[in-house]
């Protein structure tokens, strides 16, 4: 039998697997880089937040006490993830003639929307980076003496001060550096900043008096003091998408390393708790070829988008979960809608129990499938094998129904699909554009079952016809009835 206990996790620092043992016996401290909210995420941003919380979700499972943070970027984060180019947040709001903190607001609840949305669960606290900058000056003023320098443009981290610099990446050639800002004065190529001046003669909307000048934090340096002042060092798992394993998280390594380490102790990363947090955990790219994955792309793929398209946003999430989340996951409108067919099949079934109440989470026809899905979570979150598992309960026959829907409730809790609270109607695909309402379509649906069941088949046809023209396919051996055509 599977150790319903027991959870392996790939570390990106370590790049192997790794059974996981918290800091703090029984609990579970996890920190999730945000978004930065100059803009709608797109649904590849998306999808770091749904392998965030089915982490958290197996790991309340397992039975840790879960405390995860998730921070909210309203300041420093350049349109280059280096050190190039302007403050994303200053450049919308110049872009859009509103403040700083009306941008930040607005991108701050539509994030927050995809997330309820998403059937993501709530975090133990939203970090917001503004609150916290007194304590990035704090932080900064205790590693600077050894570890940074100071230029014109502000106050810099030498890479060279920490042993280990970018195992992360494991990129640490000058070569491997390529996207990073050649700034005048820098000693190695790698350097980043930690404070960022205003420059003089200008004034930034967000800026605040330091040591260093009056300025900016940088980008990295916010995760830093956020994780640890909410989860303290080390803490058990810090996770982020793919990109953030090339700079910004082998930068915010880099500050650990400088913050918790005494001078003259060993402090590499063969100890991999010197890095901040005992495990890197990143999800893989979402792909997408036609390029509508960029934000300058204009109608860029957000999740607003697809719900506009008719989509049910769990639709989403059970594409995602479909995958390894260390997969690159390919989007496509005919994934996601399979991804929707099965979910509803799944939907169809748990409504046949809607009001059974759940007994005891034991039978002996089950019990393979939950172990299944128990050894399926545990080896790294391999959701794919989950659902299959899953999928299987909901078509055990003959099984006591108090029992399946116990294990169909536990499983759901894990992989957050929603079985008991979503109805099948809600998932049937309604564009916004639509010209017709759903009423209108359930009294010709109506006039149509009553032609065929009087054999009266040319008027039936004719119904059928009605319908196709305003684009809504009547879909006869479809227990939803009707499905809307997409052009």
């Not at 649904?43 to 937040?49: E, S, T």
């Not at 042993?163 to 990129?171: F, H, K, N, S, V």
């Not at 009087?454 to 227990?479: H, Q």
Request: aromatic content about 8%; hydrophobic content about 40%; overall charge negative.
């Amino acid at each position: 039998m599977t150790d319903a206990s027991q959870l392996t996790l790939f570390n990106s620092l370590t790049r192997k697997l790794e059974m996981f043992e918290p800091v703090h016996p029984g609990e579970a401290r996890v920190y999730t880089c945000g978004p930065t909210v100059y803009n709608y995420p797109h649904i590849g941003n998306m999808r770091a937040y749904v392998f965030a919380d089915i982490l958290g979700r197996t790991l309340s499972h397992k039975g840790y006490k879960l405390t995860h943070v998730i921070n909210i970027t309203d300041v420093g984060h350049l349109t280059d993830d280096a050190d190039a180019g302007e403050d994303k947040m200053e450049k919308m709001a110049r872009t859009q003639s509103q403040s700083i903190w009306d941008i930040a607001e607005h991108y701050t609840q539509a994030y927050w929307a995809d997330i309820k949305a998403l059937g993501i669960r709530q975090p133990a606290k939203w970090s917001i980076a503004t609150d916290y900058v007194p304590q990035m000056i704090a932080f900064a003023e205790k590693i600077a003496p050894i570890h940074c320098y100071e230029l014109e443009s502000g106050l810099y981290f030498d890479v060279s001060t920490v042993a280990d610099y970018g195992r992360l990446a494991r990129a640490v050639t000058e070569e491997g550096e390529g996207r990073i800002e050649a700034v005048e004065g820098k000693r190695n190529a790698a350097d980043f900043a930690i404070w960022r001046k205003t420059p003089k003669g200008e004034k930034r909307q967000m800026e605040w008096d330091s040591p260093w000048g009056k300025g900016a934090p940088g980008w990295h340096l916010e995760c830093s003091v956020m994780s640890g002042d909410l989860l303290g060092f080390p803490f058990d798992i810090h996770t982020g998408g793919i990109d953030h394993r090339e700079i910004h998280h082998p930068n915010e390594i880099a500050q650990n390393q400088a913050f918790c380490c005494n001078p003259g102790d060993s402090c590499g990363l063969d100890v991999p708790a010197n890095s901040g947090a005992k495990v890197w955990m990143h999800n893989n790219f979402l792909v997408e070829r036609s390029g509508k994955m960029s934000k300058s792309s204009g109608e860029f793929l957000r999740l607003q988008l697809l719900i506009d398209k008719g989509y049910h946003p769990l639709g989403y999430r059970m594409m995602c979960l479909q995958a390894h989340y260390r997969s690159e996951l390919e989007f496509s409108w005919e994934g996601l809608a399979a991804a929707l067919v099965r979910l509803k099949r799944m939907i169809i079934v748990a409504e046949r129990l809607a009001d059974v109440e759940a007994g005891e989470p034991s039978h002996p026809k089950l019990a393979p499938m939950l172990e299944t899905f128990e050894k399926a979570i545990g080896e790294d979150l391999n959701t794919a094998i989950a659902l299959t598992a899953l999928e299987e309960v909901l078509a055990a026959k003959k099984v006591d129904p108090a029992a399946k829907r116990a294990v169909v409730e536990a499983m759901d809790a894990v992989l957050g699909l929603d079985l008991f609270g979503t109805a099948r109607a809600d998932l049937r695909l309604r564009p916004k554009t639509a010209a017709i309402t759903e009423a209108e379509i359930e009294d010709v649906l109506a006039a149509r079952k009553q032609a065929r069941a009087d054999k009266d088949f040319a008027t039936s046809d004719a119904l059928r016809d009605e319908l196709a023209a305003k684009g809504v396919e009547a879909m006869d051996g479809d227990p939803l009835g009707w499905e809307w055509k997409l052009a």
